[in-house]
C-alpha cells in the first residue's frame, strides 16, 4: 500500500487548505483511512477518519472546522480545513487500515504517507 499527501502550505490564520492522499496497491483490504497530525515536540494525533461505510469521526479540535472526504473513483482521501487557527501547524499523514481500533490511534495503523507540512501563522 502507497500513500501519497499532498496540499500543504502556509497560510494566516482563518484560511483554508484541502490536504489530499492517494492511495495505490491495497486492493480490497483497506477499509478504513485517516489523517494524523504532529506537531513539534507532541505526539502523533488523530484527526479525522472515514470508513468504507461512509462512517466519519473527528476530534474535538477540529470538529465544525475540518471535513473528511474519500472519491472512491480516484483512490483519494481529502480533509478540508477551514478557519485555520495556529494550533492546527504540524505535519499532517495520511494513514489507512483494514480495521484501526481505536481510529485515533497511531498504532492502530500498518499504512503511512510521507506526510505534508501546514503550517498557520
Known amino acids: 500500500v502507497q500513500l501519497v499527501e499532498s496540499g500543504g502550505g502556509s497560510v494566516q490564520a482563518g484560511g483554508s487548505l484541502r490536504l489530499s492522499c492517494t492511495a495505490s496497491g491495497y486492493g480490497a483490504g483497506i477499509s478504513c483511512m485517516a489523517w494524523f497530525r504532529q506537531a513539534p515536540g507532541k505526539e502523533r494525533e488523530g484527526v479525522a477518519t472515514?470508513?468504507?461505510?461512509?462512517?466519519?469521526a473527528y476530534a474535538d479540535s477540529v470538529k465544525g472546522r475540518f471535513t473528511i472526504s474519500k472519491d472512491n473513483a480516484k483512490n483519494t482521501l481529502y480533509l478540508q480545513m477551514n478557519n485555520l487557527k495556529p494550533e492546527d501547524t504540524a505535519m499532517y499523514y495520511c494513514?489507512?487500515?483494514?480495521?484501526?481500533?481505536?481510529?485515533?490511534?497511531?498504532?492502530?495503523?500498518?499504512?503511512w504517507g510521507q506526510g505534508t507540512q501546514v503550517t498557520v501563522s
Open positions: 494513514a489507512a487500515d483494514p480495521a484501526p481500533s481505536p481510529w485515533y490511534l497511531q498504532g492502530a495503523y500498518n499504512y
Open positions: 472515514i470508513n468504507r461505510k461512509r462512517t466519519i
